[in-house]
C-alpha cells in the first residue's frame, strides 16, 4: 500500500493574488515615503520665515508693516490653491501635482533665501505657500486612493507630520541663523521639499501614465451640487468658524515673536513660543474629530475654544511676561476649532456633492477673509502704536468664530437648507 504525498502544487490563482498583494505594499509603502515627507513640507516656509522677520527685514529693508503682508501670503496662496488644485489634478493626475507642489515648494524656499529685496522675497515666498497649497488640497485624495483600508491610521500620521514640520522649523530657526546667518536657515528647508519630490518619481515611474487615467479619490466629473452652497446658513456658519479661527492663527504665528521681543524677551524665546504654538495644535488634531463625532452639537467645546483664546489675549495684552508659556499654551489650544470645522464638513452633509460643495465653499470663503488677519493687526499696531487695537480685532473675529459655530454645529445637514 502506498502512501499519497500531500498536493505541493501552487495554484497560478495562488500566485497571482500573492504577486498582487506583493506589489500593491511595495507601491504603498513608496508613496507612504511620498505622503509622510510631503506632509512635513506643507507649513516649514511659514514658521521659518516667522521668527527672523525682524531680522531679514533689517538686513534687505522693509518696514514693520510688511510683516503682516508676509503673513497674509499663506492663506491667500492657500485660497488660490483650493480653487485650482482640482482642475490641474484631473490635467495631470495627483501623483503629477504633488511631485509639482514639491518642486515648487523646495524652489521657491531655496531662491528666496537668496534674494535681496522685498519684492523678490514676496514672490518667490509665494511660490513656496503655492506648492504649499497645493499639498494641502492633493494629499488627502491620494491617502483616499491608496490607503481606503487605512484612513484613519494615514491620515492621524499625515496630521502629525504637518504637525512636526510646523513645529521644528519654529525652533530652530533662530539659532541656525546665529550661527550661519538667516539665509541659511531660511534656505536649509528647500533640501526638504526637493527630497520629498523624490518618492513621488519612483511612484510615477511605477504607475507608468496609470495616474492620468485613475480618478480613485477625486468626484466624479457627473457628480454637481443639486443646491446652491451658498443660501445655506450651515455654510455661511462653516465659513465664518473656519476662516475666523484661521484669521486668528496666521495673526499670531506672524506677530508672536514681536510681542514677546517687544516685552523683553530675546528672539529665540519668540521662536520657541511659535514651536509650542504650534505643537499644542497636536492635541486637537487626534481629540477634535471625536468630539465632534460623539456629540449630537459640539457648539459647547467651541465656547470652550473661546474661553481659551480670551484668557490668552489678555495674558499677552496685561502681563506678557508673566507667565508666556501659558498664555502660549492656552492660544494653541484656541485652534481646536480648525479640525473642528474639517470634521463638520462631513457631519453636516449627506452626498460627496455635499461634501465637496462645502469643503470648497468653506475653505476658499474661509481662506480669503483670513488674508486679512496678519495685515489689519501690523496695520493697528502701526497706527496705535500699541497692542490693544490689534487685540481687540481678535476679540472681534473670535465672537464672530462663535457666530458662525452657532450656525455650523447645529444638527442639520446642508442638503436640508441649500435651496
Known sequence: MSATLPETTVRPEYVRVERRKRALTEGRLLVLAAIVMSALTLRVAVTAFTPLAERIGADIGYSTAVVGVFGMIPTLMFSISGLLTPLFARRIGLERTALVAMLMSGLGMLIRAAVGGTAE???????????????NVVIPPLVKRYFPDRLALVSSLYITMVQIGTVVPALIAVPVADAHGWRISLGLWAILGFAAALPWLGVLRDRRGNDRVDS????????EPKGKVWRSPVAWGMAGMFGMTSLTTYAVFTWLPKILSEAGASAGFGGTMVGVF?????????AAPTVVARFRNPFPFVV????FFF???AGLLIAPMSAPLLWVVLLGLGPSTFPMALTLINMRTRTPQGSAALSGFTQGVGYA??????????????????WAAPFGMLVIAVLV??????QACKPRMLEDTWN
Open 401 to 406: 468664530l462663535l457666530i458662525g459655530a452657532w
Open 369 to 386: 477673509v483670513a488674508c486679512v488677519g496678519p495685515v489689519l493687526f501690523g496695520m493697528l499696531r502701526s497706527a496705535t502704536n500699541g
Open 304 to 307: 470652550g475654544c473661546a474661553v
Open 278 to 286: 504650534a505643537l499644542m495644535g497636536l492635541v486637537p488634531a487626534f
Open 216 to 223: 480613485t479619490g477625486l468626484p466624479p466629473r457627473t457628480q
Open 121 to 135: 522675497l514676496l514672490i518667490f515666498s509665494a511660490l513656496a505657500l503655492g506648492g504649499m497649497g497645493i499639498g
Open 311 to 313: 484668557t490668552a489675549f
